[in-house]
Antibody, heavy 121, light 107 residues
Framework: EVQLVESGGGLVQPGGSLRLSCAVS????????MTWVRQAPGKGLQWVAN????????YYVESVKGRFTISRDNAKNSLYLQMNSLRGEDTAVYYC??????????????WGQGTLVTVSS | SYELTQPPSVSVSPRQTATITCSGD??????ASWYQQKPGQSPVLVIY???KRPSGIPERFSGSNSGNTATLTISETQAMDEADYYC??????????FGTGTKVTVL
């Protein structure tokens, strides 16, 4: 059974940092691109960042470039998101998800349960 | 930047057909996917590559994509289909984008 379990969310002050983790099981983690998607309270989905199978390519949405860093440890079947210089608008539930059929259709076929990040003083 | 526009809400009676549209410039030239999200839950992929259903998704969910519009159709809508639905597309220029989301209410 495919499982993605996020952790590391919480309350942080503006300007602070947080590191999210996503532990994966049930598939060959090193064979897939992986992604972070976020959802602000009461809002829609927003793609945040993704990373290639070997970590050699990483892409970010413009609003987090220079502040967030995506990484992975294939030996530990884990995905990470280091978030620095956090702002109120980063408040959201953060989901990790597996990408499939990319390049091409590029859909997210498995999602974690999400972890809530709240940026507030 | 690329945008995908969906109607904010769609209402449907039980056992009737719900149609949700997703509009974007030349969207038909790309692949569209659709996700269902129930309150407090993670999104679930219901349609990918415009028309395909993942394993476990009921046949009443179908999709199409042509021109500037992708469409998700829910036939014989059931109360359990009440949820938010998001379209999504990928392109090498903008990477990933999600639609604005549609709340489906089964009256």
């Amino acid at each position: 059974e495919v499982q993605l379990v996020e952790s590391g969310g919480g309350l942080v002050q503006p300007g602070g940092s947080l590191r999210l983790s996503c532990a994966v099981s049930g598939f060959t983690f090193s064979s897939y691109w992986m992604t972070w998607v976020r959802q602000a309270p009461g809002k829609g989905l927003q793609w945040v960042a993704n990373i290639k199978q070997d970590g050699s390519e990483k892409y970010y949405v413009e609003s987090v470039k220079g502040r967030f860093t995506i990484s992975r440890d294939n030996a530990k079947n884990s995905l990470y998101l280091q978030m620095n210089s956090l702002r109120g608008e980063d408040t959201a539930v953060y989901y990790c998800a597996r990408e499939d059929s990319c390049p091409g259709s590029c859909e997210f076929d498995y999602w974690g349960q999400g972890t809530l990040v709240t940026v507030s003083s | 930047s690329y945008e995908l526009t969906q109607p904010p809400s769609v209402s449907v009676s039980p056992r009737q057909t719900a149609t949700i549209t997703c509009s974007g410039d030349k969207l038909g030239d790309k692949y569209a996917s659709w996700y269902q999200q129930k309150p407090g839950q993670s999104p679930v992929l219901v349609i990918y590559q415009d028309t395909k259903r993942p394993s476990g998704i009921p046949e009443r969910f179908s999709g199409s994509n042509s021109g500037n519009t992708a469409t998700l159709t829910i036939s014989e809508t059931q109360a359990m289909d009440e949820a938010d639905y998001y379209c999504q597309a990928w392109d090498s220029s903008f990477l990933y984008v999600f639609g604005t989301g549609t709340k489906v209410t089964v009256l």
